[in-house]
């Protein structure tokens, strides 16, 4: 029985719905209006805070940097000498006076220098925090147009195994199919709609994180303008090496603390040469003159002095940050050998992916195509049986489907690589913790 229902079916089933399909799937891609790539990243750079949070960054330090400089402000105030109630008249001084801090050894310019450099790790922070921004959207894109093809190969399968369901049931209902050959198509049309159905869900799940990214929670699953078979560029591993090593934001912002740690230092020198103290002022004595009735009057007084740094050469500080350096500097050859072996990670998985797209493109889907075109060409010419048409399909299918996953992640592969390794959209920038400006934030 079985073999007579494969027989008896139909031989334009897959010819005819695999054409609607593909017709019904060009004309809803040519309606609406297509989202490009460039606009989600325009969308992410206007939207995403990690950005605005990087500009912040930029300004705390010129903020600091501009009160690391400032000049302290001089003490204006009173003072009251022999203020006697038995004779207060005749006794008391009373003067106004002005006190001011001299601060020497460069202490204003090297406590500006730190802040300067602090300004140019931020600014390499933000470079870096938008390269991660961008890569993670163009990283989501791809995932995306991935994800709406496996949708539509999902729906075309599933579609076929429905008709494949009905076909069955009118053979199985005049006797000229088995009721396993019905079970079997009906498991096999379930089977392909819980795949559908995942393929949807991963979708979804797919859009929620890009309107997170682009920071636009109300952004909905559109159609995508771009081709997941668009070329990928040759990429040379020596070439794309050698510019991260010495284009990367990370290693940039590593440099700027190195420079920022020798500023460090120089200024912890300078502060063992001690700061001037004047202190001057003008008043009025009531004081008698000696052996006379009349009072002392106006008098001034003028002090000057200088801490001398007998104990304190502030030893400690300049140890402090003499090993900050040692740590800034090594740290700049830590992640430069991180770098190098999380990019042989990524370029082994590019070449990788760029070799299974290429097998795929030159035998494994041409064959798997060809399979089916003589499968079903034997089945209309009553020489082969359905089920395997129905095997030859799904073979088929499959094969498409790891063909789109291998595409993405070629596309993702080279957006790392081309994009300085930088991921995470969504984490907040490395941003040093607030400092007071130096020794001046209260002046």
Do not use: C
């Not at 008896?8 to 040519?30: G, H």
């Not at 939207?47 to 402000?73: H, Y």
């Not at 991963?202 to 636009?216: P, S």
């Amino acid at each position: 029985m079985a073999i007579l229902f494969f027989q008896l079916a139909s031989p334009a089933v897959f010819s005819q719905s695999d054409a609607q399909e593909k017709t019904a799937n060009a004309e809803s891609r040519q309606t609406g209006a297509a989202l490009t790539l460039a606009e989600l990243e325009r969308m992410a750079l206007d939207n995403n805070p990690t950005l605005a949070q990087a500009d912040a960054a930029i300004r705390v330090a010129e903020g600091k940097r501009k009160q690391a400089g400032l000049f302290p402000n001089p003490v204006i105030g009173y003072q009251g000498e022999e203020l006697s109630t038995r004779a207060f008249s005749e006794k008391s001084e009373h003067y106004f006076f002005v006190e001011q801090t001299i601060p020497t050894g460069g202490k204003l310019k090297k406590s500006r220098r730190i802040f300067e450099h602090e300004k140019t790790e931020a600014a390499s922070e933000k470079e870096a925090q938008r390269q991660r921004v961008l890569n993670s959207v163009r990283l989501l894109y791809y995932e995306a147009l991935a994800s709406d093809e496996r949708v539509e190969l999902r729906k075309r399968l599933s579609r076929l195994a429905n008709e494949a369901v009905k076909i069955s049931e009118e053979l199985f209902n005049i006797g000229q199919a088995d009721r396993p050959d019905l079970l079997e198509s009906e498991v096999e049309a379930q089977q392909t709609e819980l795949a559908l159905i995942e393929a949807e869900n991963e979708r979804e799940k797919i859009w929620q994180m890009m309107a997170a990214v682009v920071g636009n929670p109300a952004l909905k699953p559109v159609r995508l303008a771009g081709n997941l078979e668009a070329a990928v560029p040759a990429l040379d591993r020596e070439t794309l090496l050698a510019s991260l090593i010495a284009a990367s934001p990370e290693i940039k912002g590593a440099q700027a603390r190195v420079e920022r740690a020798r500023a460090v230092i120089d200024r912890a020198r300078a502060e063992r040469a001690p700061d001037i103290f004047l202190r001057g002022g003008f008043g009025y004595s009531r004081e008698k003159l000696e052996g006379t009735n009349r009072a002392t009057g106006p008098e001034g007084f003028v002090e000057a002095g200088i801490r001398i740094p007998l104990f304190n050469r502030n030893q400690g500080n300049i140890a402090a940050a003499q090993a900050e350096l040692i740590i800034a500097e090594r740290d700049v050859q830590r992640l430069e050998l991180s770098l190098r072996a999380r990019f042989s990670d990524v370029f082994a998985e590019y070449s990788s992916s760029l070799r299974v797209v290429e097998r795929f493109q030159q035998r494994i889907l041409p064959r798997a195509e060809k399979a089916y075109e003589l499968y079903l060409t034997s089945f209309r010419q009553m020489a082969a049986a359905y089920p395997q048409v129905l095997i030859a399909q799904r073979t088929m299918f499959q094969v498409r489907e790891e063909y789109i996953r291998a595409l993405a992640r070629l596309h993702q592969n080279a957006i790392r690589l081309q994009g300085f390794l930088l991921t995470g959209g969504l984490n907040a920038p490395a941003m040093r913790a607030t400092e007071e400006a130096g020794d001046t934030t209260d002046r």
